[in-house]
């Protein structure tokens, strides 16, 4: 953690567009979004959001010692402004932008001293910025990784708390990563923090897209506004443009973004399966791994990656796409790539001596469901084995996927167990039954248990010699999220604790390929 010397109020809003603010200009120790974290020589940060109103808590703020108060509400500036005549105070009509400006200067631009890298779409974002940020590291580069698994600053390994995190949050993470002597930022963007402004103000390098499929519906309302979001990270939202993007040109929405990136004088590199300036050819899948050549631009790459499937080989060809943009070599990124055994709860795999597969999967919408019971079907066909599918829709989501990711399964499987995946306010059975048109139209044999447990318990039991078994929709998470509280939960250490229940707990329990 790193400690900041007081800033003059005025420094802390050089380069925003201030509509009001009163004259004083106290010395600031802190920025604060949260009230709760609010403390004597605080400057508060007021922020209208789509479910709170950070306006709200202003009196708290400045309850708990907040000497400085920027609002994007003309009611808090009023207010203020009347009952309290020694409070610095500024009125903007973007609270998260200034949010961002303010931090940016709070913690003397650490994203000038970076190279950033950042990688968006539905699907994929995850294991294309570990890729990416293992090679970075093959080349010798100390990187900051921001992503929904875990946080990495140079050498160190935090939780992530959020996908993308707030800017003021993301901000302190790049001076900390700076101070440790980080060079390189390698960032999943999400839809919600391009389209809230999380990262406004972000000068991106180099900006990869991977696809986009249904999700996060009951956020964005439509496909096109759930695009728009995305497309902000290639049109240069409160800076210019990236310097390169790259994208999957097999994807729609890939095409008009390659349109629409290329209007605003950004270089643009394509990378697709068949099709593309990084191509496959070659393609061997295995259980362990997979082997295939690259075509680039530079030249043709020989690869070995254990990562398994076709999907693992499109997120190669955009991390490969974004290292070279970044000036590696291909010996850089062949290490890159054979440094990496797995990425947490993307595939991984559960090895208890068992004659057939298990594998953990963060795969959470149809898209991704078809994509991992297809790799499954690979994987299982050639032995004559069956593919059983545990999977579950998360509740206060988008309620329109639930039949689709119903029918991917059905389609995709020999057997499928529906089951819970954080139903939060929601009633699991009420979830369930939104889910059962597409599994019944499939015609796959299914069966239905709310208990998550007890459901991975029943496909582990299911299975037979060659058999794969997919458990889909958490991945790396450690928790289940229900109405009234967050209990502890992780599907590999429940498929682990299925298996040796199967099999006996005498039974050698090798462990796989660690993940890094």
Request: net charge negative; proline share 5%; glycine share 8%.
């Amino acid at each position: 953690m790193i400690a900041n010397s007081p800033m003059q109020f005025d420094d802390l809003l050089r380069g925003l567009e201030i509509r009001e603010r009163t004259a004083l200009n106290p010395p600031v120790i802190d920025v604060v979004y949260d009230s709760r974290h609010a403390a004597p020589g605080a400057l508060f940060v007021a922020m209208q959001g789509g479910t709170t109103d950070g306006n709200s808590f202003v009196l708290g703020a400045l309850h708990q010692g907040a000497i400085a108060v920027v609002t994007d509400a003309e009611r808090t500036w009023q207010l203020l402004r009347t009952t309290h005549p020694n409070l610095a105070i500024a009125q903007v009509d973007h609270g998260r932008r200034a949010l961002a400006g303010i931090s940016a200067n709070f913690f003397h631009h650490p994203e000038r001293r970076l190279r950033l890298s950042g990688v968006t779409g539905t699907n994929g974002k995850t294991t294309t910025t570990y890729l990416l940020e293992s090679m970075l590291r093959s080349a010798g580069r100390k990187c900051i990784l921001v992503g929904t698994i875990e946080y990495h600053i140079a050498e160190e390994i935090r939780p992530s708390p959020h996908t993308t995190p707030e800017s003021r949050d993301l901000f302190q993470l790049f001076a900390e990563g700076v101070a440790a002597g980080a060079t390189e930022a390698v960032m999943e963007v999400s839809s919600h923090a391009l389209d809230q402004g999380r990262v406004w103000g972000l000068h991106w390098d180099t900006a990869v897209f991977t696809n986009l499929t249904q999700d996060h519906l009951d956020y964005h309302g439509t496909m096109e506004s759930y695009f728009q979001a995305k497309a902000k990270m290639f049109t240069g939202e409160g800076s210019a443009p990236p310097r390169i993007a790259a994208i999957h040109i097999a994807d729609d929405y890939g095409q008009r973004l390659i349109s629409l990136a290329r209007s605003t004088g950004c270089e643009i590199v394509t990378y697709g399966l068949d099709d593309g300036d990084f191509r496959a050819t070659d393609v061997q899948l295995a259980a362990n791994g997979t082997r295939f050549r690259m075509i680039t631009p530079d030249g043709e790459i020989d690869l070995h990656t254990y990562l398994p499937g076709p999907v693992n080989v499109l997120n190669l060809l955009a991390a490969s796409a974004a290292a070279l943009a970044r000036g590696l070599t291909r010996e850089e990124i062949v290490r890159g790539v054979e440094s990496i055994a797995c990425v947490p709860g993307r595939f991984q795999t559960v090895d208890c001596g068992q004659p057939f597969t298990v594998a953990i999967d963060y795969a959470h919408t149809d898209d991704a469901l078809r994509n991992v019971t297809r790799l499954a079907r690979q994987l299982a066909a050639p032995r004559n084995g069956r593919v059983i599918t545990v999977f579950g829709c998360g509740g206060d989501r988008d309620r329109a996927k639930r039949p689709k990711m119903g029918r991917a399964a059905g389609d995709g499987s020999d057997f499928v167990v529906a089951t819970s995946d954080n139903p939060r306010s929601e009633n699991p059975d009420a979830i369930l039954t939104e889910i059962l048109p597409g599994l019944t139209a499939s015609g796959v044999r299914f069966t239905v248990e709310p208990d998550r447990a007890d459901a991975i318990r029943l496909a582990v039991d299911e299975a037979r010699e060659n058999d794969v078994v997919v458990i889909a929709g958490k991945g790396h998470e450690k928790v289940q999220i229900l109405h009234h509280s967050i209990i502890p939960f992780d599907d590999v250490e429940e498929a682990r604790e299925a298996l040796l229940e199967r099999y006996g707990k005498s039974r050698r329990v090798p462990l796989g390929l660690p993940c890094n």
